[in-house]
């Protein structure tokens, strides 16, 4: 079994910075791809940004040159790190990630954290 972990959220005021982290555990065989993806009050899910194991990041538009997104493949964590924060901005951050998993390592499991709220105050 796998669990995506979350931390890191929190309340900023506009144009402060945060610094989220998730941590994959249990039986783990290989992540291709991390996500970050939010959810802002009232809206569906959106996805924010995504990194695979060799590196490679794409954004969503509204948050390109402001989120950064990296991970530590060792450790099967993610990062997204947040700057210039605004409150559209607010929103409920989730990761995201397809594990191959030690048991079942050809039919990746998609998992979700738990949440963690990020609230911009103007």
């Known amino acids: 079994q796998v669990q995506l972990v979350e931390s890191g959220g929190g309340l900023v005021q506009v144009g402060g910075s945060l610094r989220l982290s998730c941590a994959a555990s249990g039986s783990v065989f290989n992540i291709n791809v991390m996500s970050w993806y939010r959810q802002p009050p009232g809206s569906q899910r959106e996805l924010v940004a995504s990194?695979?194991?060799?590196?490679?990041?794409t954004y969503a538009d509204s948050v390109k040159g402001r989120f950064t997104i990296s991970r530590d493949n060792a450790k099967n964590m993610v990062f997204l790190q947040m700057d210039s924060l605004t409150p559209e901005d607010t929103a409920v951050y989730f990761c995201n990630a397809p594990v191959q998993t030690l048991a079942a390592p050809y039919s990746p499991v998609d998992c979700w954290g738990q949440g963690t709220q990020v609230t911009v105050s103007s």
């Open positions: 990194v695979t194991s060799g590196g490679h990041t």
